[in-house]
């Protein structure tokens, strides 16, 4: 039975054929050669593995860099790093290749622990604003008592404890009373202190750690403390590695209009603060390749039109993304005010029911 949206849908595709429609001639755009990707990360997955493609800061690859700055035999000495950027930027994807190198680098082969490969890296986020369970305990069902919860370890303490990478995500949204409280962590000292217990942790070999955050997270509950500034002393600006995405096998004029649009943003000669990220891009491709590009464009269309309702996007930024489609050749699927189909700029919105 067909749903809503792809009634909705099918008469976009009418009003193709029908040819009301306008298309042009599309812009030239620079060159996106998948020979500048980087070098190239198998990382290992549960079902298999995936090949990332690491960018290189001034000819040096990221995870060389940021394994220099750690010294995982001494990591008072280690100089911690900031990865910032956009969402969708792969902050988290260089993050577990920086760990699956230096854990190569200490001799350690990958594990499987139920089934999921592991490299001495763990992730931690934002949780409930107390900063005792935030970093140092977590809580879980007991064994012994399904209806009561008993303290454990949360991964940071693990991962001092173990000598493992972590990555803070995303720290601007966490209470900097929570952050605060790792202070001595980071000064040299490598200590935690845990009330429960009532008694110091130490970090061991191996210990190292990572935040990775979008400086412009506008729900950010407060700035990174005034001191993380210092003990964070190294910061990469990661931007979307375009090149990676074409030797992916992505649309070669599709990235170069998105890596063009992009790097107006950068450059600062428009009004724009956000623009989709490489992963967003791969997700259109994606869904592309699925559904057709007409339905693809509609659907990824209306996701940008919803955030700009929020107040998440601009309209500028969301005219922007229009632009950036028509540079990318997909005009075609542009369809006229007087089709009654719900439009963003050109393209039509993918909505269900009354059509």
């Known amino acids: 039975m067909a749903t809503a949206v792809k009634r909705s849908l099918t008469k976009i595709e009418q009003v193709a054929k029908e040819g009301d429609l306008t298309v042009a001639t599309p812009d030239p755009l620079p060159n996106v050669d998948p020979e500048d990707s980087g070098v190239a990360i198998v990382l290992p997955e549960k079902d298999g593995e995936r090949t990332i493609h690491m960018p290189l800061v001034m000819g040096v690859p990221v995870h060389e860099l940021a ?20 969402p969708g930027t792969g902050k988290s994807q260089l993050g577990r290749a920086i760990a699956l190198h230096a854990w190569r680098a200490r001799g350690k082969d990958v594990e499987y622990r139920d ?3 592991f490299y001495g890296y763990v992730e931690v986020s934002g949780g409930p604003s107390s900063d005792e369970y935030t970093f140092k305990y977590e809580f879980s069902p007991s064994a012994e008592d399904a209806s009561t919860v008993k303290l454990i370890d949360a991964l940071f303490v693990q991962a001092m404890l173990e000598g493992w990478l972590v990555m803070i995500d995303e720290p601007n949204t966490i209470r900097d009373i929570a952050l605060m409280s790792l202070n001595a962590v980071f000064d040299g000292r490598l200590s935690l202190y845990l009330p429960a217990y009532g008694k110091n942790i130490v970090a061991r070999p191996g210990f190292g750690c990572l935040l990775s955050y979008n400086p412009n997270q506008t729900s950010s509950i407060s700035d990174l403390p005034v001191s993380w500034y210092r003990r964070f002393p190294a910061v990469i600006e990661v931007n979307s590695n375009w090149p990676a995405l074409v030797k992916a096998g992505a649309p070669e004029r599709l990235v170069a209009a998105a890596s063009d649009l992009d790097g107006r943003r950068l450059r600062g000669d428009a009004n724009l603060d956000w623009t989709p990220q490489y992963a967003e891009i791969e997700s259109l491709w994606g869904m592309m390749e699925r559904v057709g590009e007409r339905h693809a464009i509609s659907l990824f269309l209306t996701g940008v039109h919803e955030r700009q309702q929020t107040g998440d996007v601009s309209e500028e930024e969301l005219n922007a993304v229009c632009r950036m489609l028509d540079l990318a050749g997909f005009e075609h699927c542009h369809v006229l005010e007087s089709s009654g189909i719900p439009r963003v700029g050109s393209y039509p919105r993918a909505v269900a029911g009354g059509m």
């Open 67 to 86: 394994c220099q700055l750690l010294d995982f035999e001494r990591p008072s000495r280690s100089k911690f790093l900031r990865l910032i950027g956009l």
């Open 115 to 117: 089934g999921e490969p």
